[in-house]
Structures are given as C-alpha cells and as structure tokens.
C-alpha cells in the first residue's frame, strides 16, 4: 500500500468508476471516427542513406525475408562479413516470433525526443529489433552501432485498421482531457501499420545530423511542448 501512497502522482487504490464509460466511448465512438482518417506517424530507426531513398519510394514491412536482403546488401558492401550476417540472422527474433512481428512497419502517435529510453534503442543499432534484441555477440552488436546513422521518418497513414485508430482514438482522448487543463499522461501509443501500408507514405526523414533531429518531441512539430507539460 505504501508504493500507492507514495506514488507521485498518487496513485489511488479504488477502482475508477467511470472508467467502463470511458472504454465504452473509446471504443465505441471515437474510434470509429478515426477509421476513415489519415495521420501523421513517427517511426525511429538507423539506416543507410540508400535505405533512406528506399523507404522514400515505398514503405515496406518487416519480414525474415526483408532482414536478409538488408543483411546480405550489407555483406555486399563489406561492412559485415558471411559470418556476423548469417549469426544476426540466425538469431533474429523473426526466427521464433514470426506471427507477430512480421509484416508490420511499427511507429508511435506522438513525437517522441530522440533522448527518451523508449526510442534510444532502435536510432542506436542498425535493423531495429530484428537484429539486434537476442544478439548474443557483443562484438557484432558494436558494428550494428556503427552502420547508418539514427533517423526520425514522419510517415502519413491511414487507419483502416481497427487497433490502430482504437491506439489514435486514446491518444487523441488524452489530448483533448489536456486541452482543458486536466492532469493528464499524454503518453501516445505503438502502433503498427499492416492494412495501410500500400497507402502509406513517408512525410520527412530527419537525420541526426540536421538541427531539427533533436527538436523532434521538445519543440518540433508545433503544440508538441504541450505533450512535455503533460507527461
């Protein structure tokens, strides 16, 4: 009881009673207003600049198949050897959790700073958890930090898919709570494009390199600052 007590903020033990309400209108009402709607996205990853002009083309899921295209393109360009791509790809959790990670290009509905602990990960080594989660090498792991460099892409996308607009419709309700002034976690949501992605398409790439990469989540885009007053 202590650890609620002196939660800050507090944290209270009843049950919330409106809270069954508010699931109900979530799922019930605002969703479904999002359902026919486009939105701005924010995806953070490490790639190559060939891989930047790629994704500018086309958006293209996750997949053991892509992984090994991208590791063998690698090889190719002598920044892995046979043996490190065939170990990433050996060990890559596509290897025992391809029913819910492939095909599935993931981003999160609000801007998120490139100094926050969610994102850090996935702008330090190149391929994103496909690669790197159960590297057991730390030597290849390294070279992974050294391939590309961290960028931060806004991809607009449609939200056909009801889990994904059911994750826009929360954020869009923690939002508008914010807007009149209560005391609320605006702390957005993952979101995973699967239905959309022949429609979906990429906005901005923002490398680290450029002046607005760290503005991302603090300043940039505008009215974000009002995410940092109320997270």
């Keep these: 009881m202590d650890?609620?007590?002196?939660?800050?903020?507090?944290?209270?033990?009843k049950p919330n009673?409106?809270?069954?309400?508010?699931?109900?209108?979530?799922?019930?009402?605002?969703?479904p207003i999002f359902l026919d709607r486009s939105i701005r996205v924010w995806h953070y990853t490490r790639l190559l600049d060939e891989?930047?002009?790629s994704m500018k083309k086309r958006i293209t899921p996750s997949t053991l198949t892509s992984l090994q295209q991208r590791l063998e393109a690698l090889r190719n360009k002598q920044l892995l050897t046979q043996n490190e791509t065939d170990i990433i790809f050996q060990e890559?959790?596509?290897?025992?959790?391809?029913?819910?990670r492939s095909n599935r290009f993931w981003a999160v509905t609000i801007p998120i700073s490139?100094?926050?602990c969610r994102v850090k990960p996935l702008l330090k080594s190149w391929?994103?958890?496909?690669?790197?989660?159960?590297?057991?090498?730390?030597a290849i792991a390294g070279k992974l930090k050294s391939i590309g460099q961290p960028r931060i892409v806004e991809v607009e996308t449609q939200l056909r898919?009801?889990?994904d607009a059911y994750s826009v419709a929360s954020t869009a309700s923690q939002a508008w709570a914010a807007s009149m002034e209560l005391t609320v976690s605006i702390e957005g949501s993952d979101l995973a494009i699967t239905n959309c992605l022949e429609t979906a398409s990429v906005l901005k790439v923002h490398s680290v390199e450029e002046p607005i990469f760290r503005k991302v989540g603090k300043t940039y885009p505008d009215g974000c600052d009002n995410l940092q007053k109320n997270s």
């Excluded at 890559?92 to 819910?100: A, L, V, Y």
């Excluded at 994103?128 to 159960?134: H, I, L, M, T």
Aim: proline share 4%; net charge negative.
């Design 161 to 163: 898919d009801c889990l």
């Design 17 to 31: 009673k409106y809270s069954a309400a508010y699931y109900r209108a979530l799922e019930d009402m605002i969703t």
């Design 3 to 13: 650890e609620h007590l002196n939660s800050d903020p507090y944290e209270s033990l």
């Design 127 to 138: 391929g994103g958890e496909s690669a790197y989660f159960w590297l057991s090498d730390e």
């Design 114 to 116: 490139s100094e926050d």
């Design 51 to 53: 891989e930047v002009l």
């Design 92 to 100: 890559s959790p596509f290897q025992n959790q391809k029913d819910i």
